[in-house]
């Protein structure tokens, strides 16, 4: 059964720093994705940044540049470090990964299909 954890969430100060992180385990399958979604109150869950199977990147424009998205050493475990955050970039995130063949967009995003965490709140105040 695969599990997704996310941790870390919590309030920020605007122009502060902030990392998540989610722990993953069981089989996900062969080369899977990963990503980092956010949804703000009254607003879709949207991509913020992903990581294919082969260590390529992906941001959603608003976030490159300020957030990286980075697996740990022993792959179980991803992170979102965030730097220069704006109160826009509140919301609840979640963690997400998918097998290969359930990851879209050039093989960086996990479908609905996939597999998610419960989320974490993350709120930058100014």
């Known amino acids: 059964q695969v599990q997704l954890m996310e941790s870390g969430g919590g309030s920020v100060q605007a122009g502060g720093s902030h990392r998540l992180s989610c722990v993953v385990s069981?089989?996900?399958?062969?080369?899977?994705?990963f990503a980092w979604f956010r949804q703000a109150p009254g607003s879709e869950r949207e991509g913020v940044a992903a990581?294919?199977?082969?260590?390529?990147?992906s941001y959603e424009i608003t976030v490159q540049g300020r957030f990286t998205i980075s697996k740990g050493a022993a792959k179980n475990t991803l992170y979102l470090q965030m730097h220069s955050l704006k109160p826009e970039d509140s919301g609840m995130y979640y963690c997400a990964a998918d097998s290969g063949l359930g990851c879209y967009g050039g093989g960086y995003w996990p479908s609905t299909r996939g597999y998610w965490g419960q989320g974490t709140q993350v709120t930058v105040s100014l």
């Open positions: 990581i294919a199977s082969d260590g390529r990147t």
């Open positions: 069981g089989n996900i399958g062969s080369t899977p994705c």
